[in-house]
């Protein structure tokens, strides 16, 4: 059989410090730079209107909408390319400019694109008004979305392992929420209801991903009685390293069909679930697994029996293991296996 | 042995199943015959799965009770209300399938697939349809209060700001348009000493209860009219309504307000029928409506009362066109004449006023339009996603897992039709973002028999038996797959509750999808594994 690191012996947990250093470096200015500047919310969330415009002639561009647009007293649209030349999308946003309800605003750029283009020279694909009321209530209702997201998964997790799993697993989602906010900041993607679906997706993808290690983890608590939770931690890593690269080979595999081939509209969306399944498996590494054992240190559980078994590797430094007698996965110095094609 | 075949069995049954749900039937749909516009039942065939409007195209509107104009106090009720009159209406508006609910106390939300007219569809759903008739203001009581309520205006503090006519134009300009007044009524008096802020804009039209008001002057008028002192100096019995058109005088242009009683003699709650169709007389476009026989009795009995006075017909507070005079007792048949409008428009007046008025009035919060075409590149566009994303996960789990990979990938087959046959048979639509979480979700689902898989070599490599190996692994991954599958199924339910159409969608693909592939990868696998250890008994070596 063809196998891909099978045996993997890698120390994960001894580069946590560089990985939370890598993740703070992503994390941080994106942060600043949300702050700074905010998110580019679509007109879902902010209210307004969205026309997407499909132009009959080549020499219609970008300016002489905005031309048109201007004359019509509409200024501070956005105007986009929308996949090619003869398709665009104008957004105007209700507060930044002088229309109020959204069903004033799409007669209004209609309006001004019939008498700055002429009449039959464009055609509407698809268009959406949204008032500002509605807009609001999204807002509070994708902030809801992921706050339950949060809880409820917490709830099961506590229901099915124990709460310190829970709360390493919800952090790890936690980091992946931030690094995935700060990845829209970076592209300066466009925050709408499917990219929040993406979000909470991810936070799906990201659990599952964490409850796989996690439940390899449990099982390994129980199997190897005298191993210490360190060992275990990479022991279990390694054990469904195999797992993850497939699995995360298929997903990104599709996710990248749909970025490519998806269409314009699917685009933010695939590409947040691109990132996500990056940043899902790297939390469930680097994230969620060192989080448990820092937990298990701080209130130390029955289950992981953590305040016995975590007084060696924590007290030296985790870059020399301590060899457990109990431990016939590891062995010393199990730092470099090569990926074995066997059988 | 007799496992496999009820296992077996069982697959037949689901796959027999899935198959027959999503088979083209005939459907019987209401479609526009474009011969003659009307309605008319056509059977199609139709593959049973709800498009959303972003992949067939169409229109979506979400409407609110408006209450700029004052709180509607029951709002649960009135909305009720509407979404019957509007559903009413939408069954002869020429969509496939109109869609309309309630969406939480005070709004409606409506869909009109393939419907690319978003102009026509918004003012069929908006219109209230409210039509009353009622007679003139005849004994002239507004014109006779309106020094009154000039004197109310001015004490209100209302000073002559934008009022264009001097204080002393009324009998001026009555005067200068009485060669127009048939009935030969004196102007009204000056009172001389308080300024005419409200009087001094108004004209006498051409019968009792008709005023002209320069068209520039229209907000004014407006403004004045929500003043408290203007409504308490209002003579009782009177209310004023504005006209349909412009009237032209000169070079000037002048709307129409005309002053009739509160009473309507008959509101269209008694219309039983109505059509349109054009006047052979002056090629306007007319509504023609019978009363019911009740509403015929009530209608002929006031308008016998009241030949020679003139009746105002008014449509969603308008006056239509200029009132008629009453010249005979007019029983159950009428008609509303549009004039030069085209006759289209007279059709869909036709057809509001017969599925009746809305209680209320609607604002549009949210409106979307989709063009057929676009829905269709969306259509193509996923599909293509979809396909390339499904064939890479094929050749990754064909070279990697080799014959088991082959099992996988079979029952991967068995997902998508399993998936498909769920939206079919929960009546779930598909929408785009739901293509995408469909594509995706292949890739999720062959992770469970990733899981499995990897255990089993694990098993192997542990030195287990082939036939014990694949039941450990089996065993093993179980836990895991169930968590993992039940957190993102909680999730994409979250996501559900939360979210709107498209991505309601996407959240439904994924909770269908989750449990299609539990079947697949545990149960159907599972039973591919013992057929061919059946067959093999004496294997020692797994392809895996």
Same mark, same amino acid.
């Given at each position: 059989m063809f196998r891909l690191f099978a045996n993997a012996r890698y120390d994960f947990i001894k580069w946590r410090k560089w990985a939370y250093g890598l993740t703070a470096l992503i994390i941080v200015p994106g942060l600043i730079l949300l702050i700074a500047k905010g998110l580019n919310y679509s007109i879902e969330f902010t209210g307004g209107t969205e026309v997407q415009v499909l132009t009959h002639d080549r020499s219609i561009d970008a300016a002489k909408l905005r031309a048109a647009l201007d004359a019509g007293n509409l200024h501070g649209a956005e105007i986009a390319s929308f996949g090619s030349d003869t398709s665009f999308m104008i957004r105007v946003r209700i507060g930044e400019t002088n229309v109020q309800s959204p069903d004033v605003t799409v007669k209004a750029v209609r309006a001004a694109l019939d008498a700055g283009l002429g009449v039959g020279k464009y055609s509407v694909g698809k268009y959406e008004g949204i008032g500002p009321k509605v807009g609001q209530e999204l807002q509070g209702k994708a902030l809801l979305a992921i706050f339950f997201s949060f809880f409820v998964t917490l709830a099961y997790l506590a229901f099915r392992f124990e709460w310190r799993f829970g709360l390493a697993a919800v952090l790890a989602t936690f980091h992946d929420i931030l690094t995935t906010v700060a990845f829209i900041r970076y592209m300066n993607l466009e925050v709408s209801l499917v990219v929040v679906g993406a979000v909470l997706t991810m936070v799906g993808y990201s659990l599952n991903d964490t409850i796989i290690i996690f439940d390899r983890v449990r099982e390994n608590l129980h199997k190897f009685r005298r191993q210490n939770l360190y060992d275990i931690l990479n022991l279990s890593i390694n054990e469904t390293l195999p797992r993850s690269i497939l699995t995360h080979g298929t997903t990104i595999a599709t996710t990248l069909a749909l970025v490519f081939l998806g269409g314009e509209v699917i685009r933010p969306f695939a590409l947040v679930m691109a990132f996500a399944i990056f940043t899902g498996t790297f939390s469930s590494i680097y994230i969620a697994a060192p989080v448990l054992m820092f937990i298990e240190k701080r209130w130390p559980g029955e289950d992981a029996r953590g305040a016995r078994v975590l007084t060696s590797p924590m007290a030296t430094p985790p870059a020399a293991p301590v060899p457990a007698p109990a431990a016939p996965a590891l062995p010393p110095k199990a730092n470099k296996t090569a990926p074995s094609a066997a059988r | 042995m007799k496992t496999i075949r009820n296992r077996l069995l069982l697959i037949g049954a689901l796959f027999v199943i899935a198959v027959y749900s999503i088979l083209p039937r005939s459907t019987v749909v209401r479609q526009l015959d474009?011969?003659?516009?009307?309605?008319?039942?056509?059977?199609?065939?139709?593959?049973?799965?709800?498009? $959303?409007?972003?992949?067939? $195209?169409?229109? @979506?509107?979400?409407?609110?009770?408006?209450?700029?104009?004052?709180?509607?106090?029951?709002? &649960?009720?009135?909305?009720? !209300?509407?979404? &019957?009159?509007?559903?009413?209406?939408?069954?002869?508006? $020429? %969509?496939?399938?109109?869609?309309?609910?309630? #969406?939480?106390?005070?709004?409606?939300?409506?869909?009109l697939p393939g419907e690319s007219d978003p102009d026509r569809a918004k003012r069929i759903v908006q219109q209230q349809a409210h039509l009353e008739?009622?007679?003139?203001?005849? &004994? #002239?009581?507004?014109?006779?209060?309106?020094?009154?309520?000039? &004197?109310?205006?001015?004490?209100?503090?209302?000073? $002559?700001?934008?009022?264009a006519a001097p204080a002393n134009a009324v009998s001026q300009l009555f005067g200068a348009d009485s060669s127009k007044k048939k009935n030969g009524k004196t102007p009204a008096p000056d009172s001389g000493s308080t300024s005419a802020v409200f009087s001094g804009i108004l004209f006498q039209g051409q019968m009792p209860g008709e005023y002209l008001v320069p068209v520039e002057q229209t907000h004014l008028?407006?403004?004045?009219?929500?003043? %408290? *002192?203007?409504?308490?100096?209002?003579?009782?019995?009177?209310?004023?309504?504005?006209? %349909?058109?412009?009237?032209? !005088?000169?070079?000037?242009?002048?709307?129409?307000?005309? *002053?009739?009683?509160?009473?309507?003699?008959?509101?269209?709650? =008694?219309?039983e029928k109505a059509t349109a169709r054009r006047d052979q007389v002056n090629n306007h476009s007319v509504v023609v409506f019978d009363l019911s026989r009740r509403g015929g009795r009530v209608f002929a009995d006031a308008t016998g009362r009241h030949v020679h006075d003139y009746m105002a017909i008014i449509l969603d507070t308008l006056v239509q066109g200029q009132p008629p005079i009453i010249n005979d007792q007019i029983g159950a048949h009428g008609q509303i004449d549009l004039q030069s409008k085209p006759l289209a428009e007279a059709q869909d007046l036709a057809l509001v006023l017969r599925a009746g008025a809305l209680p209320v009035r609607l604002a549009i919060v949210d409106e979307q339009s989709i063009g057929p075409t676009l829905g269709a590149d969306a259509i193509h566009d996923g599909i293509k996603a979809g396909a390339v994303g499904v064939a890479l996960v094929i050749i990754i789990m064909l070279v990697y897992y080799r014959m088991s990979g082959l099992l996988a990938v079979s029952a991967l087959g068995l997902y998508v039709l399993f998936t498909l046959a769920g939206l079919a048979i929960f009546g779930f639509t598909l929408t785009l973002p739901g293509l995408a979480g469909l594509a995706l979700s292949v890739g999720i689902a062959v992770d469970a028999n990733?899981?499995? /898989?990897?255990?089993? !070599?694990? =098993?192997?490599?542990?030195?287990?038996?082939?036939?014990? *190996?694949?039941? =450990?692994? /089996?065993? @093993?991954?179980?836990?895991?797959?169930?968590?993992? #599958?039940?957190? %993102?199924?909680?999730?994409? /339910?979250?996501?559900?509750?939360?979210?709107?159409?498209?991505?309601?969608? /996407?959240?439904i693909t994924l909770i269908v999808g989750i449990a299609a592939s539990m079947v697949t990868a545990i149960f159907v696998v599972r039973t591919f594994y013992l057929i061919w250890l059946q067959r093999r008994p004496d294997m020692t070596t797994v392809s895996i």
């Open positions: - | 474009p011969r003659t516009g009307q309605m008319v039942d056509a059977t199609e065939r139709l593959v049973p799965i709800t498009l $959303g409007l972003d992949l067939r $195209g169409g229109v @979506h509107l979400d409407l609110e009770v408006d209450q700029t104009q004052g709180p509607v106090p029951d709002c &649960k009720d009135a909305i009720d !209300r509407s979404q &019957k009159v509007v559903r009413t209406r939408l069954n002869e508006f $020429g %969509t496939l399938e109109p869609v309309v609910q309630t #969406n939480g106390n005070c709004r409606l939300t409506v869909e008739f009622r007679i003139t203001d005849m &004994k #002239n009581l507004f014109r006779d209060a309106l020094p009154g309520i000039d &004197k109310a205006l001015h004490d209100a503090g209302v000073r $002559g700001a934008g009022n008028v407006d403004s004045l009219r929500k003043i %408290t *002192a203007f409504q308490s100096a209002m003579p009782r019995g009177i209310d004023l309504f504005w006209g %349909t058109d412009s009237l032209y !005088r000169g070079a000037r242009a002048y709307k129409a307000l005309y *002053a009739v009683e509160s009473k309507p003699i008959i509101t269209g709650e =008694e219309l990733v899981l499995i /898989f990897e255990r089993i !070599r694990e =098993e192997l490599q542990h030195g287990k038996s082939v036939r014990l *190996a694949i039941d =450990e692994g /089996f065993k @093993h991954a179980m836990s895991a797959i169930i968590d993992s #599958n039940v957190s %993102t199924a909680l999730t994409a /339910f979250i996501l559900y509750l939360v979210g709107t159409g498209p991505v309601q969608g /996407f959240a």
